[in-house]
């Protein structure tokens, strides 16, 4: 049996308590820690050098930073580090984006102790979790992603092709792009189709 000592960053102290007493029964957790002081992130990973670092994506309670990102400048500077991301934003562009950045896995915050324990075993002996698959993306870029937020924001075209400074022909050939990556025919189902898949906010 592997003995696990994890590490979880989240900005939730009763998600965090409760995973904690979740997990105490089982053998394979050797220690379990969570932090929500970011700036002594670094050094605990140093001083404790968890097998496993859980991360949740959004932590905005802790920091402006979200949890995707957070990982990405950790794995630069620890590469070593086995981060797995434990979150309930579970949308296709979260796990391809925790794929590419290195994260050795995804899970939703929903799994059964059991279940998550398994995977974290899984993962301390090399392998990559990810327990739903990424379907294929072609990524939209940070001009498309922010066109599609001014139309969720309520913007016609004229005002969206004024705020960008790009004429409306423009903004015409943007929208196609957008739609022939989300294989969607009008801005309605575009702006759908980028919140289910995570590229921009739901709308409140």
């Known amino acids: 049996m592997f003995l696990i000592n994890i590490l979880l960053v989240d900005d939730h102290i009763l998600f965090s308590k409760s995973l904690e007493v979740a997990l105490s029964d089982y053998p394979e957790i050797e220690t379990f820690k969570s932090i ?4 002594m992130l670094d050094k605990t990973i140093e001083e ?14 802790i920091t402006s930073e979200d949890g995707l990102e957070l990982a990405k400048q950790l794995l630069y500077r620890h590469p070593e580090l086995k981060i797995v991301i ?4 579970d949308l296709p562009v979260y796990r391809s984006e925790a794929r590419k950045i290195g994260a050795k896995g995804f899970i939703n915050k929903n799994t059964e102790p059991e279940t998550l324990i398994a995977f974290l075993s899984q993962i301390v002996q090399g392998k990559i979790i990810f327990n739903r698959e990424i379907p294929f993306l072609e990524e939209l870029t940070d001009c498309e992603k922010q ?8 913007l016609k075209r004229k005002e969206i092709a004024d705020t960008l400074y790009i004429s409306e022909r423009t903004l015409s050939n943007h929208l196609q792009h957008i739609f022939e990556k989300l294989n969607v025919s009008s ?16 709308i409140c």
């Open 86 to 89: 434990l979150s309930g934003y």
């Open 36 to 39: 929500n002081d970011i700036s």
């Open 147 to 154: 066109i599609l937020q001014l139309i969720a924001s309520g």
């Open 48 to 61: 404790d050098t968890p097998d496993i670092l859980l991360m949740d994506i959004n932590l905005k309670n």
């Open 187 to 202: 801005s309605v189902e575009a702006v759908t189709k980028a919140i289910q898949l995570g590229y921009i906010p739901p």
